[in-house]
C-alpha cells in the first residue's frame, strides 16, 4: 500500500453527518491514492516550471501560432524516501546538462539538493534530497 509522502497536504476536519467515525480500509487506501495521484501530478508540474527557469525546456511555435513549451518528461515519481522522479530528457540532452544546473533545480524543486543518475537510454533518475547525506556521514 502506498501512502502519501509527508508533508502532503491531507483534508482533515469533523466528519459530516453523512460519514461515520470509522471509514473502511479500501476507502482509505482509495483516498491516499487519489492523495498521491494529485501530489505526483502537482510535483510534475513543478518539474515543467522548473526546467523552464533553469532554460532545459524547448520554446515552440506550433503550426496554428500557438506558444508551447517542451519540458523534459516525467515518467513517474517514487514517494521514497528520497523522492524520485524518472525523467525522459529531450532529444538532444545529456545528463550533464541536468548535473551543470543541479543547484537551480533544487532550489526550483524546493529541496537543498538534488542527485541525478543516469536510467537507461536518454532517461535519468532525480533524487530530491532533504539534507547532504555525505556531509552528514562525515560529521558524524
Do not use: N
Not at 487519489?34 to 523552464?52: K, Y
Not at 523522492?83 to 532550489?107: C, K, N, W, Y
Amino acid at each position: 500500500m502506498m501512502r502519501v509522502p509527508r508533508g502532503v497536504p491531507t483534508r482533515r476536519g469533523r466528519p459530516s453527518a453523512s460519514h461515520s467515525w470509522w471509514t473502511p480500509r479500501w476507502l482509505q487506501r482509495q483516498r491516499e491514492d487519489r492523495e498521491l495521484a494529485r501530489w505526483a501530478t502537482e510535483l510534475g508540474w513543478q518539474w515543467s516550471e522548473t526546467m523552464d527557469g533553469v532554460h532545459l525546456a524547448h520554446h515552440t511555435r506550433t503550426a496554428g501560432g500557438l506558444y508551447h513549451i517542451a519540458a523534459p518528461l516525467v515518467h513517474s515519481v517514487d514517494p521514497g524516501p528520497p523522492v524520485t522522479l524518472l525523467v525522459e530528457m529531450l532529444p538532444g540532452q545529456i545528463m550533464e546538462d541536468f548535473q551543470s544546473q543541479a543547484h537551480r533545480i533544487a532550489e526550483g524543486m524546493g529541496v537543498p539538493l538534488v542527485r541525478i543518475a543516469p536510467s537507461g537510454r536518454g532517461l535519468i533518475e532525480v533524487g530530491l534530497l532533504d539534507h547532504d547525506s555525505l556531509r552528514a556521514a562525515m560529521t558524524r
